[in-house]
């Protein structure tokens, strides 16, 4: 998570447990992490992990969801725009047209070899090789 995402966040949870009329020490123990964890999650020094954030929307009684939405940006579950990277370059003004052409040759090429895509490439009599792409990873 990017910086700007952690502060913003951090604002989010805050007011929320603000909201709450809870103290940081009793938030933090109701959240189940310590309090000084807390505390540079709230002031940005620190990016919660998806862990971290469903115990603190647990314990705000909203979504982890809706406080990534609050903070202004979409939450880690939700699905990437179909098309939106090509879109993207599409846009990009500071792209030539070769360099536009190569990109999107490239993230097909990627897409084209993604686990989630051979996957369900299974469900039509394909077999999927995902143990290829552990071995890349690694």
């Known amino acids: 998570m990017a910086d700007r995402r952690a502060v913003s966040l951090g604002e989010i949870i805050r007011q929320q447990r603000e909201l709450a009329e809870l103290s940081m020490r009793q938030f933090a123990e109701l959240a189940g992490i310590s309090n000084p964890y807390l505390s540079q999650i709230e002031r ?11 115990q603190i929307a647990r314990t705000l009684k909203i979504s982890s969801d809706a406080l990534y939405e609050q903070a202004g940006f979409a939450p880690p579950s939700a699905e990437p725009e179909e098309g939106g990277v ?17 990109l999107r040759e490239i993230y097909d090429a990627f897409v084209a070899n993604s686990p989630r895509v051979r996957t369900r490439a299974a469900g039509s009599g394909e077999t999927p090789d995902v143990a290829d792409d552990a071995a890349d990873d690694s």
């Open 86 to 102: 090509i879109a993207a370059i599409a846009q990009d003004p500071r792209l030539t047209a070769r360099q536009r052409s190569a």
């Open 44 to 54: 940005g020094l620190r990016a919660p992990s998806q862990a971290v954030v469903d």
